[in-house]
């Protein structure tokens, strides 16, 4: 074998070597822009337990958010207190995420239901952790009527207008310091989204229900920082 022919026999070693590498390369960065287009479209709802009116609230608002995020394009992961699976009379809510192994880093944004809770179900504390950070990442947030009350304990009312069930003593909730109350109707303050009438309030009140405006304003910031 004389030397031109080893020569050729290592350039085709050569450029075999290279070809792998690009190619290994080339499906490596797929790999990477589909994990990131999957996370540009995933949002985080987190439902409370406890609701005083669960077929209510899982049929006109959870059912109504999610159907509405998952026609805008979007994937909703749900997470509930203890990942319980929710069942009502004509619905069951399974969650599709563990909330001890959510990473806020891998959503867009966050919304959370009112649920009408009774007004002394805790927040579990990872939830308030994935708040905090989604508020310091500038994250978009939703919140209804009494999901405002975690929201704010994360410090997302603070420097913002906000919407609620009706004003605030800040002495008795210092967490709401620093936000300005707006009334009960849908309030968007940059990132943020409040909403102070849920489906059994608007029941109980008279008032229109605030979820699909709540959502709709929720999608709008989601399309305006991706």
């Not at 499906?27 to 994990?35: C, M, T, V, Y």
């Not at 958010?65 to 026609?71: A, S």
């Not at 966050?110 to 708040?131: G, R």
């Not at 008795?172 to 310091?177: A, T, V, W």
Request: charged share 20%; aromatic share 6%; proline share 4%.
């Amino acid at each position: 074998m004389n030397y031109r022919t080893i020569f050729l026999l290592l350039m085709v070693l050569q450029v075999r070597r290279i070809s792998r590498f690009i190619m290994f390369a080339t499906i490596l960065a797929a790999g990477f822009s589909n994990a990131n287009a999957e996370n540009e479209k995933r949002v985080f709802m987190f439902v409370t337990e406890g609701s005083r009116d669960l077929e209510l609230m899982l049929t006109a608002e959870v059912a109504v958010m999610r159907r509405m995020l998952e026609d805008a394009g979007y994937t909703v992961d749900i997470g509930t207190s203890g990942d319980q699976t929710m069942t009502s009379d004509s619905m069951t809510l399974q969650p599709t995420v563990s909330l001890a192994e959510i990473d806020i880093d891998r959503y867009v944004g966050v919304i959370l239901p009112c649920m009408a809770p009774a007004s002394d179900s805790p927040t579990p504390a990872k939830v308030t952790e994935l708040l905090k950070a989604a508020v310091a990442q500038e994250k978009p947030i939703a919140a209804s009527r009494a999901a405002v009350i975690p929201l704010a304990e994360a410090g997302g009312v603070a420097g913002r207008e906000y919407a609620f069930a009706s004003p605030v003593d800040t002495s008795q909730r210092p967490e709401f310091s620093g936000g300005k109350f707006l009334g009960i109707g849908v309030v968007r303050d940059g990132n943020i989204s409040t909403a102070g009438i849920c489906p059994l309030s608007a029941i109980s009140t008279g008032e229109e229900d605030g979820t699909v405006e709540l959502t709709r304003s929720f999608i709008e910031s989601l399309a305006e920082s991706t």
